[in-house]
């Protein structure tokens, strides 16, 4: 008996997955996995890896879209190959991709494209603008993760940077990096 099973993914903990629920089970799915996690990369996706795992020969795997699935050429051709492999068909709801004809693998390879090219076009507004705050002063980077005084009382005490980065919850490479900046 073939399944239909389902795949919701957002990138961060405060947006919702209902609606892409809702459109998964009106397309068929009685199995759903959903996760809040970037669709960037596929490492630590566990819910996918899981939904991967456990279709077979004959199942369906919908998503709602296909950046819902990957954001990277290489990454979306992975899945696809694996599903492929498996016997398993690939289709969005939005979008007129179904990995059992030729036209819907062909306009899932496009799509890829574009998911891809969307991501490096944010990336690099993401890098103008933090490179425009910088210039304007508003942006000073990341909190200093160190407390130097801290570590220079540390040091005053006689602990090595073994001890010290365990007090202080650091690594030893750390307290390396730091250390030779300020006895130099």
Known sequence: MTQIYGYARV?????????QEAALRAAGATIIRSEKKSGTTTEGRDELA?????????????????????????????????????????????????????AGRAFLQMLGVFAEFETAIRKERQLEGIAKAKRDGVYKGRKASIDADRINELVAAGKGATEIAKELGIGRASV?????SKTA
């Open 11 to 19: 990138s961060t903990t405060d947006q919702d997955l209902t609606i």
């Open 50 to 102: 899981t939904l991967i795992e456990f279709a077979r020969a004959g199942d369906t795997i919908i998503v709602t879209r296909i950046d819902r699935l990957a954001r990277s050429i290489a990454d979306l051709a992975t899945i696809v190959r694996t599903l492929e492999k498996k016997g398993v068909h690939l289709k969005a709801t939005e979008q007129p991709i179904d990995t059992g004809s030729p």
């Open 176 to 180: 390396y990096r730091y250390l030779p």
